[in-house]
Every structure is written in structure tokens, then in C-alpha cells.
């Protein structure tokens, strides 16, 4: 998404230079007052055509048929202020629809973003996803050790290292395992983003020897990130080994859902994570993905949590803590973050 600044005397002048650079398709995201006149801000997917939301749907209610197509309103509304802006509701429905959301989920978050009023789209966005989704970011110092489950190419093994990595950022110390089995690579990958040496990765050859080193750590009483192998959906009890380790050290099983799947494999494996028991996710590879809010709806419904956001290789920064706000800054192509930030858990 291509974001742009516009300032003019007016808004309508505004938004008049901000369709003539940027197209119709162009998302009017906020407008505010300045000693100068007005400063609105813009965006468009230019690899995206606007999406047709009810091509089937007949005016009725004094609707024109381009209103009809679009759920919006062709006239701009007047605010509060007197000041003419933007319909919140279609703005967001939008964004949200460009962003791979399913229909539910964007009519509902934008419904509920245009009843709280106001005259900015990201604070009503922002709104509307606080009050719709739970956040429970995992702290810098985690009270319980943490077991991560996901599917194969999910990011699991970078997302470990990078909370042991962002834990010793914070002064807090806990040892990093990961369970290879056939795989390659996955104690490597953990070891490069934890930066610490291959051989500080604790990966035994067996479950037992797993079973083992978390008996220890237990009795030492010592905080521990674990790499589960990635899930086999075909089997039986996916979630079995992990499970296993977890219950063995009173550990948080969290999902690791990489933003990059198809939706309804997001949705179904959503689905049996919260029937084995998960009670928050960690949404990766957010950078990468086109359809960055495919798997909100998903979330949403299941009323999981999101821990964390996943936007890069670095730490800090590529690990960040969820929150309403900072998803809508990643929906809106913001993905900077204030130095004081980044790498904090909590």
C-alpha cells in the first residue's frame, strides 16, 4: 500500500489533489486542521483494484447505484466541527477487504468503528479491533516457560529465539530448546536469531531426553522457550508431544500462525488450536504477507489472543507486542516503530 500526505487550504482541495495523484481508489485515511488549512493522508494499493463489495445489490433507501455496489455513501458526511469528511464506515470496510479480511469481520469492525463517532479512521479502527479482539502480549519476562506449536514455515523457530533474544534485552534469562526429529535447520535458525552459539540450543535426540532437560529445568526453577516440531494436522493428536512437554513444566503452549496462509487453512487451524487448549497466538511474517488481515476474523471469533506481531528478521523490532494500535499501523503500511519500542515485550 502507497501512503501520501496532501495539504491544502481546504479539504475538499484535499481530497481533490490526493483522487487527481492517486486515483479514485485512493482510502482517504485521516484529515486534520492545521494553522495552514488541512492535512489529509492517502493510500492506494496501485496492484489492487478497488473491490466491488455487493456487485449483485440493487439501490434502495435513496441510494445511487455506485453506492449501492460500494456500501458508501458518495456524498461526503458532516462532522461535529462542521467540517465535511470521510464515511468511517466505508473507509475501514475497505482497508479491511484490501487487506484479506472476510466480509463478516469487515462489516462488523467497521460498523463498530463508525459508532464511536469521530473523525479519524485509525482511531475508530483502532477502536473497533480493541473492542472486537483480545491482546496478551507475552511479557519481556515471561512467568511461565513457553512451548510454541505451528505448522511447518510458520516462523516458529525465528519466533523463539527472537523472544529469548528480546528476553535478554530486558535482563531476564531463559534457556532456549528445540526439538529437531527429522527436520533440518529449525536449532540453527533459533540459534541465529537468539544470537547465541548452536551449541547454547539445547536439542536432545529424543522426546525422553526432551522430557529429561525439562524435569532439570524445572527443579531449577529456570524459564525456558521450546520449538516444538511443527504440527502434523493429519495426525491423530498434533499437539501431543507438545502438550506433553508443557504439562511436564507447567508451561503456555502459543500458537504460531504465519499471516501468509490461505484463509480458511488460517481459520481451520485457528480452530484446533483453541480445541488443544491454546490461548494465544503469535501472528508472523506480517512483512511479507498481501493479505495482512486474512486471519483477524478468524482470531476474532475464536476469541484467542494475540501475543505478538511478527515483521521481520531483527531484534529488536521484528517481534512486536499486539495491540489495536500498532495492528492498524501494520494494516496501514506504517511499519516503523519509535526506537523506545522496539524489542519491549511489555
Not at 492545521?34 to 434502495?60: C, H, I, Q, Y
Not at 455496489?69 to 462532522?79: E, K, L, M, Q
Not at 488443544?276 to 484467542?304: E, H, N, V
Amino acid at each position: 500500500m502507497r501512503m501520501k500526505v496532501f495539504r491544502a487550504a481546504s479539504l475538499a482541495d484535499a481530497i481533490s489533489a490526493a483522487r487527481a495523484d492517486m486515483g479514485s481508489e485512493a482510502v482517504i485515511l485521516s484529515s486534520v486542521r492545521t494553522s495552514e488549512g488541512v492535512e489529509l493522508r492517502a493510500a492506494v494499493d496501485p496492484e489492487r483494484a478497488r473491490p466491488r463489495f455487493f456487485p449483485n445489490r440493487r439501490a434502495g433507501d435513496g441510494e445511487t447505484a455506485e453506492e449501492a455496489r460500494t456500501g458508501a455513501r458518495s456524498a461526503p458526511p458532516v462532522h461535529a466541527n462542521g467540517m465535511p469528511g470521510i464515511n468511517i464506515r466505508a473507509a475501514l470496510r475497505h482497508l479491511l477487504v484490501q487487506e484479506g479480511a472476510d466480509e463478516l469481520f469487515a462489516q462488523s469492525v467497521a460498523a463498530a468503528g463508525a459508532n464511536l463517532g469521530g473523525a479519524n479512521p485509525s482511531t475508530a479502527l483502532a477502536g473497533a479491533l480493541q473492542a472486537m479482539m483480545n491482546f496478551a502480549p507475552i511479557p519481556a519476562g515471561p512467568d511461565r516457560s513457553i512451548v510454541l506449536v505451528g505448522e511447518a514455515g510458520s516462523g516458529r523457530s525465528l519466533t523463539a529465539g527472537k523472544l529469548a533474544l528480546t528476553a535478554e534485552i530486558g535482563g531476564f534469562g531463559v534457556e532456549l530448546m528445540s526439538f529437531e526429529a527429522e527436520r533440518m535447520g529449525g536449532r540453527e535458525r533459533v540459534a541465529c536469531a537468539a544470537r547465541r552459539p548452536l551449541e547454547a540450543i539445547f536439542s536432545p535426540a529424543n522426546p525422553a531426553g526432551m522430557l529429561t532437560e525439562i524435569a532439570a529445568l524445572r527443579l531449577e526453577d529456570t524459564r525456558f522457550i521450546l520449538d516444538a516440531p511443527p504440527l502434523d494436522l493429519r495426525a491423530g493428536d498434533p499437539f501431543a508431544p507438545a502438550r506433553e512437554w508443557a504439562d511436564a513444566a507447567d508451561a503456555e503452549m502459543v500458537g504460531v500462525l504465519s499471516a501468509q496462509g490461505h484463509p480458511g487453512e488460517m481459520s481451520d487451524l485457528v480452530d484446533r488450536f483453541k480445541e488443544a487448549g491454546i490461548r494465544r497466538i503469535i501472528l508472523t511474517r506480517l512483512d511479507l504477507s498481501r493479505k495482512k488481515a486474512a486471519a483477524l476474523g478468524a482470531i476474532s471469533r475464536s476469541r484467542l489472543s494475540l501475543a505478538q506481531l511478527g515483521m521481520g528478521l531483527m531484534v529488536p523490532g521484528g517481534l512486536l507486542p499486539a495491540s489495536a494500535h500498532r495492528l492498524v499501523r501494520i494494516l496501514a503500511g506504517e511499519t516503523s516503530e519509535p526506537s523506545s519500542a522496539r524489542g519491549a515485550l511489555s
